[in-house]
Nanobody, 118 residues
Framework: QVELVESGGGLVQPGGSLRLSCVAS????????MSWYRQAPGKERELVASMYAPTTSTNYADNVKGRFTIFRDNAKNTVYLQMNSLKIEDTAVYYC???????????WGKGTLVTVSS
């Protein structure tokens, strides 16, 4: 049974940092592209960052480049999103996604809420 469980969200002040985690199970994590998406109230879900497999190359949305970093630990079946210099407009529910053109998916987590507010 595939499962993705996000954690690490919370309330943070503008300029602060958070690290999100997504623990995966039920599939061969190291073979899957792992991504973080977010959905703000009243807006569509958007891609934040992806890390490919097995190359571990990355790509980021323009509005988070230089502030957010995606990385993975295949031994722990976990993908992370380090978020620095947070802005009010980063407020959203953040979702983890796993996909592989060869092996299956996409699989989604249930999300973790990040609120940036003073």
């Amino acid at each position: 049974q595939v499962e993705l469980v996000e954690s690490g969200g919370g309330l943070v002040q503008p300029g602060g940092s958070l690290r999100l985690s997504c623990v995966a199970s039920g599939f061969t994590f190291s073979l899957y592209v792992m991504s973080w998406y977010r959905q703000a109230p009243g807006k569509e879900r958007e891609l934040v960052a992806s890390m490919y497999a097995p190359t571990t190359s990355t790509n980021y949305a323009d509005n988070v480049k230089g502030r957010f970093t995606i990385f993975r630990d295949n031994a722990k079946n976990t993908v992370y999103l380090q978020m620095n210099s947070l802005k009010i407009e980063d407020t959203a529910v953040y979702y983890c996604k796993a996909t592989s053109p060869e092996y299956g998916g996409p699989y989604w987590g249930k999300g973790t809420l990040v609120t940036v507010s003073s």
